[in-house]
C-alpha cells in the first residue's frame, strides 16, 4: 500500500470521528446563539457532556478523550467564556468521566450504571477543584452555579440515553 492509499485508508477510517468532533465543536460554537434564540441558559444542560456522550457511543475512548479536552478549550478560545481556569477545570471533569466511564463499564458491565455513577463522581471531583480554586481565590462565584435538581435530570438523561443507545446497538 503506497503512503497516499495508506492516509486515504487513515482518512476514511477516521471520518466518523472526524463528522462527530466537527459537529460537538460547531454545536459548542452555537450555544450562546442557541441561548439567545431560545431565551434559555442552554448551558444548564451541559453541552459539552451531551457531546462527550455522543462520543462515548458512537466513537472511541481515544476520542472521548479529544473531545473531553478540546471543548472546554475551544469554548474559551471562541467567546472566552469560561475562564481559562474554569475551561481547565470543565477539561479534567470530562476526562476523568470518560476514564470512570470505561473503568465503570468493565467491572459493572452495566452502561446505564456506569454512566451515571462516572457523572456523579466527575462532578464529585469538579466540585472539589472548584472549591480549592475559590478557597485560594482563582475562581470567583457559586461554588454550585447550577441548581442540583438539573443537574440530576440532566445525569439520568444521559445515563439512560447511553444505555438505550448501546442496547439498541446490540
Known amino acids: 500500500m503506497t503512503m497516499t ?3 486515504a485508508f487513515s482518512f476514511r477510517n477516521n471520518l466518523p470521528y472526524i463528522l462527530l468532533d466537527a459537529g460537538a465543536i460547531a454545536f459548542i460554537y452555537f ?3 442557541l441561548s439567545h434564540l431560545l431565551n434559555v441558559p442552554v448551558y444548564l444542560f451541559e453541552p459539552m457532556r451531551i457531546m462527550l456522550f455522543l462520543a462515548l457511543v458512537f466513537s472511541s475512548r481515544n476520542n472521548s478523550y479529544i473531545i473531553a479536552f478540546s ?3 475551544f469554548s474559551y478560545l471562541i467567546s472566552s467564556h469560561p475562564s481559562i481556569i474554569k475551561s481547565a ?3 479534567v471533569e470530562l476526562s476523568i468521566n470518560v476514564f470512570l466511564f470505561y473503568s465503570f463499564v468493565k467491572v459493572l458491565k452495566n452502561k446505564f450504571s456506569a454512566a451515571f455513577l462516572s457523572i456523579i463522581l466527575s462532578k464529585f471531583v469538579y466540585y472539589l477543584l472548584k472549591f ?3 478557597s485560594v481565590l482563582l475562581v470567583e462565584g457559586d461554588l454550585i452555579s447550577t441548581p442540583v435538581y438539573i443537574q440530576l435530570i440532566v445525569t439520568t438523561f ?3 440515553s447511553l444505555y438505550g443507545i448501546a442496547l ?3
Open 132 to 134: 480549592a480554586l475559590i
Open 5 to 7: 492509499n495508506s492516509l
Open 168 to 170: 439498541m446497538k446490540k
Open 158 to 160: 444521559l445515563s439512560f
Open 71 to 73: 471543548l472546554p478549550l
Open 89 to 91: 477545570l470543565i477539561a
Open 31 to 33: 450555544v450562546p446563539a
